[in-house]
């Protein structure tokens, strides 16, 4: 649809999950900041050889464990819209604008959208369907349990924290669920008023920790 992100991510485990990288896209992946969890699929990583590539911590036992305070924990939350949204705020934006958040069941039952790659139904069996309010508060839709989650995570954990911080989230999907604590909006709206400068990017970039700041580091958390 002409849009390019600044930034892709991935937590999942999954092979089937890493299989979304194994396309080449050519210019169109240039400058795109590829983040990853620790986590992921070792295909993943194989797949995005090349590539602007970040493998960052995911909140584990194992890295509080090995003490890397340092590198902190950008693998934040349950699903990639949770760590994005995080990391938005360590980027000091001041809105984020979700789009493609249904966390819902389609009218016709579908689970994602019709060009998805493991089918626009893949998910419609999976779950037992449990109805939640609508986006813009008019009647229900069907949902599943971890879709739930995923919305009880941002207005429990996520939403609270940035508006402390000042904040504003805005649900510009423009149907699916109602995730409770943002801002309703059509998405042209949002593009209209929110997205109407030039941004100054990219962004300074950041060079490799030489060799010894990297031993360095290893013999702290030894």
């Known amino acids: 649809h002409g849009i390019k992100p600044d930034y892709v991510c991935m937590l999942e485990r999954t092979e089937i999950t890493a299989e979304f990288f194994n396309h080449d896209f050519g210019e169109f992946d240039k400058d795109i900041i590829f983040i990853c969890a620790g986590v992921v699929h070792p295909k993943a990583i194989e797949y995005l050889k090349g590539r602007n590539l970040v493998i960052t911590q995911k909140v584990l036992a194992f890295p509080y464990y090995i003490n890397l305070k ?9 699903s990639v819209a949770h760590t994005l949204s995080y990391l938005a705020t360590y980027l000091s934006h001041k809105n984020i604008i979700f789009i493609g958040q249904d966390l819902a069941y389609a009218e016709n039952g579908n ?10 139904n893949y998910e419609s069996q999976m779950y037992e369907h449990i109805l939640t309010t609508a986006y813009g508060g008019n009647g229900k839709v069907e949902t599943h349990s971890i879709w739930l989650l995923f919305k009880n995570w941002f207005e429990n954990e996520m939403i609270p924290n940035t508006r402390k911080m000042g904040i504003t989230t805005y649900n510009c999907t423009e149907g699916g669920a109602r995730i409770e604590g943002t801002i309703e909006k059509p998405f042209l709206w949002a593009c209209e008023n929110l997205l109407d400068k030039d941004l100054n990017k990219p962004f300074e970039k950041l060079e490799p920790l030489s060799l010894n700041k990297q031993n360095e580091f290893l013999l702290k958390a030894y």
């Not at 340092?70 to 349950?78: H, K, N, P």
């Not at 689970?111 to 626009?120: C, E, G, L, T, W």
């Open 70 to 78: 340092d590198f902190s924990y950008a693998a934040v939350g349950l």
């Open 111 to 120: 689970s994602h959208p019709d060009d998805y790659q493991n089918s626009a």
